[in-house]
């Protein structure tokens, strides 16, 4: 069925490190990829996305890499600052089943100064 | 341009009760979706609308459940004989047809 796993759960680092987050998904016909960070109290807001056509994207200190084969794709946040800390969720659109995202179940990242 | 609005931002209701949360979509976006957030869970689809098309309601967790959309705006989602498994954050979010889905800063709701 539908399906996207994320990990880790939980991403502690240090100001000016790197993190990476990973997530899985199920369906091969999957062609829309976003990420979302959320913050306390707030709605998800999207950061940057993907489409299976492309196998990588960047925007300032944010990438995407996609890999379709393995049918994984993760996130990557470089310089890291403490206004990062956040969850951040993945997502997959099954295009075949409408437009609903499946979501990842978030990763809450921790950034210490 | 202004966002994704939700009302309330909280509610808290007696179980048994009958609430009606509230979305409004970023003008001009003719897809709506509803979703749900349990405590320290991800997001849960429960439907979506497009333009004039039937609604996807594949999430709705029980007959409790329902959504309307009137004139192709203003979403209402409603959860009658509310139970305390109920509780979580009702997350709105709209978009152009299979573009980004932007949220609202969602709706509390708590059932006592």
């Known amino acids: 069925g539908e399906n996207v796993e994320q990990h880790p759960s939980t991403l502690s680092v240090q100001e000016g490190d790197s993190a990476v987050i990973k997530c899985t998904y199920s369906d091969s016909a999957s062609n829309y990829f976003p990420w979302y960070k959320q913050e306390l109290g707030k709605g998800p807001q999207l950061i940057i996305d993907?489409?299976?056509?492309?196998g990588e994207k960047k925007d300032q200190r944010i990438a995407v890499t996609l890999n379709k084969t393995a049918k994984h794709f993760s996130l990557h946040i470089t310089e890291t600052q403490p206004e990062d800390s956040a969850v951040y969720f993945c997502a997959a659109i099954f295009s075949y089943n409408t437009d609903k995202l499946i979501f990842g179940t978030g990763t809450r990242l921790q950034v210490f100064p | 341009g202004a966002g994704v609005s939700q009302s309330p931002s909280n509610k808290v209701t007696e179980k048994g009760k009958d609430v009606e949360l509230r979305c409004d979509p970023i003008?001009?976006?003719?897809?709506l979706y509803w979703y749900r957030q349990s405590l320290g869970q991800g997001l849960e689809f429960l439907i979506y609308f497009q333009g004039n098309s039937a609604p996807d309601k594949s999430g709705l967790p029980s007959d409790r459940f329902s959504a309307e959309r009137t004139g192709g705006s203003v979403s209402t989602l409603t959860i009658q004989r509310t139970q305390q498994e109920d509780s979580a954050v009702y997350l709105c979010?709209?978009?152009?047809?299979?573009?980004?889905?932007?949220f609202g800063p969602g709706t509390r709701l708590t059932v006592l």
């Open positions: 003008s001009g976006h003719t897809a």
């Open positions: 993907i489409r299976s056509n492309v």
């Open positions: 979010a709209s978009s152009l047809p299979t573009d980004t889905q932007y």
